[in-house]
């Protein structure tokens, strides 16, 4: 079964603290995204990646960080740095460079402790 | 700004009865619409898209429906049943982004009730 898989489902932060979170996909899909989602809003960009060893940043990227080693793999780094790190985060992949429709994993939902 | 906006965050509808879920976006650029729906703690599911090229795209009970001029889509469910109750999100994306950014409403909460 194909799929994209995000873990852990829930994490807790202490505050100054660096967290990743992993997402996983066997698609063989070569974009990859992340996103937050906020109460009440929508989901917004954090970061995208079309190829592997290539990443840009989205709308709301300060305060993050990824890597894209692997075309399978792209984690998000919720650093110090962001200051309202509390959301469900979201990680999509699609087929090619802005192909549509983009599949999404369960989410991380992270709260600080 | 928000360019894609669902402007009723939630409805309310009769099993067996059409849901109608609407949203509108201010970016010209935008030339293709996704509805997501999503339910609690769990990732977006992609149900339905249209190119800006049609007016109207048919899935079963889903059909979206595209007015360009008043740049304004919306989401038919006929029938509506109890497992529709979820968060429905209209995303947009444009042929002027290389990277195929989604741009999301803030999504609207729909319950079907028995």
């Known amino acids: 079964d194909g799929g994209i898989t995000q873990s852990p489902k829930y994490l807790f932060r202490k505050e100054g603290q660096n967290v990743t979170l992993s997402c996983e996909q066997n698609?063989?899909?070569?974009?990859m995204y992340w996103y937050r989602q906020d109460p009440g809003q929508g989901l917004r960009l954090i970061y995208y990646s079309q190829i592997v060893n290539d990443f840009q940043k989205g709308d709301i990227a300060e305060g993050y960080s990824v890597s894209r080693e692997k075309k399978e793999s792209f984690p998000l780094t919720v650093t110090s740095a962001q200051k309202n790190p509390t959301a469900f985060y979201l990680c999509?992949?699609?087929?090619?460079?802005?192909?549509?429709?983009?599949?999404f994993g369960d989410g991380t939902r992270l709260s600080i402790l | 700004d928000q360019q894609v906006k669902q402007n009723s965050p939630s409805l309310s509808v009769q099993e067996g009865r059409i849901s109608i879920l609407n949203c509108d976006y201010t970016n010209s650029m935008f030339d293709y619409f996704l509805w997501y729906k999503k339910y609690p703690a769990e990732g977006p599911t992609f149900l339905i898209s249209i190119s800006s090229i049609k007016d109207k795209n048919e899935d079963g009970r889903f059909t979206v429906f595209l007015n360009k001029s008043a740049k304004h889509l919306s989401l038919h469910i006929v029938p509506s049943q109890p497992g529709d109750s979820a968060v429905y999100f209209c995303?947009?994306?444009?042929?002027?982004?290389?990277?195929?950014?989604?741009?999301f409403g803030q999504g609207t909460i729909l319950t079907v009730h028995p």
């Open positions: 995303a947009a994306s444009g042929s002027g982004t290389s990277y195929g950014k989604l741009t």
């Open positions: 698609l063989n899909h070569d974009a």
């Open positions: 999509a992949s699609s087929r090619a460079r802005g192909g549509q429709p983009q599949h």
